[in-house]
T-cell receptor, first 113, second 114 residues
Framework: KQEVTQIPAALSVPEGENLVLNCSFT??????LQWFRQDPGKGLTSLLLIQSSQREQTSGRLNASLDKSSGRSTLYIAASQPGDSATYLC????????????FGRGTSLIVHP | SAVISQKPSRDICQRGTSLTIQCQVD?????MFWYRQQPGQSLTLIATANQGSEATYESGFVIDKFPISRPNLTFSTLTVSNMSPEDSSIYLC???????????FGPGTRLTVL
């Protein structure tokens, strides 16, 4: 059974810092890996989707990498802003089966001015 | 990308009553899921909504408490039955798109049970 771990659980940084959020998973047989953002009391917004054959994806100030062999993904946030404050979750669907995604518990990020 | 709407966006209900949440997607999708997120917690998968057949429930969730319908590829409902304060949560509808298998979420339904 896939297990997904996110480190750190919480992060508080001043504006402008470059950040790295980590996601690790136990079963490397994956379809893809997806990063989400969740604002308090809201649904999840998809940030980046990395297919199993890819090593990274970029969108604006966000860059996500995937290393299947080591079971790791990182989300890099450049030049953080207060508007980046949210919880960031990674999700890994099961491969070769039901495609049910397993979520990490998230990293709660606060960027203060 | 898929655009998902949920109704209602929030509700306050009395103990012992039931609430049906609707989820509508603007395009055909391969899979639809219902999640619960209790205060301060991560997501918990309730069930996979199957078109034209009974939903597939995760451990700890049963059809009598959370009946689910999915009459077609773009619509599903989740009912929270005989509610208690412990059911107070955000309920989220989620879909997996046909292309790229990307997952999308609705805005959620915030339920408070008194």
């Amino acid at each position: 059974k896939q297990e997904v771990t996110q480190i750190p659980a919480a992060l508080s940084v001043p504006e402008g810092e470059n950040l790295v959020l980590n996601c690790s998973f136990t079963d490397s047989a994956i379809y893809n890996l997806q990063w989400f953002r969740q604002d308090p009391g809201k649904g999840l917004t998809s940030l980046l989707l990395i297919q199993s054959s890819q090593r990274e994806q970029t969108s604006g100030r966000l860059n996500a990498s995937l290393d299947k062999s080591s079971g790791r993904s990182t989300l890099y946030i450049a030049a953080s802003q207060p508007g980046d404050s949210a919880t960031y979750l990674c999700a890994v669907p099961e491969a070769g089966g039901s495609y049910i995604p397993t979520f990490g518990r998230g990293t709660s990020l606060i960027v203060h001015p | 990308s898929a655009v998902i709407s949920q109704k209602p966006s929030r509700d306050i209900c009395q103990r012992g009553t039931s609430l049906t949440i609707q989820c509508q997607v603007d395009s055909q999708v391969t899979m639809m899921f219902w999640y619960r997120q209790q205060p301060g917690q991560s997501l918990t998968l309730i069930a996979t909504a199957n078109q034209g057949s009974e939903a597939t429930y995760e451990s700890g969730f049963v059809i009598d408490k959370f009946p689910i319908s999915r009459p077609n590829l773009t619509f599903s409902t989740l009912t929270v039955s005989n509610m208690s304060p412990e059911d107070s949560s955000i309920y989220l509808c989620s879909v997996v798109g046909i292309r790229l298998n990307e997952q999308f979420f609705g805005p959620g339904t915030r339920l408070t049970v008194l």
